[in-house]
């Protein structure tokens, strides 16, 4: 006697938990509008730069009479290069992550942990390590100590120190030697805006992102 046909069935409660599984570990859509907001504001503020032979004109260069002198160029030459000393420390601080490889793979596992495990973890897909569910607060709490551990108790934290330095001494030596007569200081645009202002529009853009994502402050 031939069998009957069996009819397939499918559970729906395994449909679902496979459905939400397959969610990505980051908030795709806020990470994305993050990056993007982000992006926009750096080239909004490194479009507002001085023009690099300006700052490396050989002859508007002078050694400064006094102290007094020296501190009323830096701040001069501070207000109208402000970009251009940005984007010189950055180059300085990325140059020193490069020539130490280790650091800079600590450094970008440090930030992907604060992505991927807190900052744009969809709020309803809890942290499961090694078959254990870690709540918001201790997520939060493991990172904060994580983060000191890595800047101040590992070399990574000298490295960064050492490199801000030397880029803020960069910037000082530029600054009291670079003779601010030729600038066209009453030119400048309000005190408020410039590179500060991208400063800003970067912090509102990844504060909306945020906002975006689950909120964080709802996690602790």
């Keep these: ?8 069935m499918t559970n729906p409660q395994s449909t679902a938990g496979g459905g939400a599984q397959s969610q990505p570990p980051i908030a795709t859509p806020a990470f994305r ?21 300006e700052l490396v004109d050989r002859s508007a260069m002078a050694r400064p009479d006094n102290l007094t002198d020296a501190y009323s160029r830096i701040r001069k030459n501070l207000s109208y290069f402000k970009v251009n000393y940005v984007t010189l420390l950055v180059v300085v601080l990325a140059f020193s992550l490069l020539s130490h490889p280790f650091s800079l793979l600590v450094l970008l596992g440090l930030l992907a942990a604060w992505f991927f495990l807190y900052l744009f973890r969809p709020s309803d897909q809890p942290l499961v390590i090694f078959g254990r569910t870690f709540s918001d607060r201790e997520t939060l709490g493991a990172l904060v100590v994580l983060t000191v ?3 101040f108790l590992t070399s990574v934290g000298s490295l960064l120190i050492s490199a801000l330095l030397i880029g ?14 030729d600038l066209f200081l009453d030119d400048q645009e309000p005190t408020n805006s410039g590179f500060l202002s991208f400063l800003g529009g970067a912090a509102s853009s990844a504060a909306a992102a945020a906002a975006a994502a689950p909120a964080v402050a709802s996690r602790v």
């Design 149 to 151: 551990f890595v800047v």
């Design 168 to 181: 803020v001494a960069i910037v000082c030596l530029h600054g009291a030697f670079r003779v601010p007569e």
């Design 33 to 53: 509008a993050f990056l993007s907001r982000l992006t926009s504001s750096t080239r909004q503020g490194l479009s507002q730069r001085r023009p690099w032979y």
């Design 1 to 8: 006697m031939a069998n009957a046909g069996t009819i397939p």
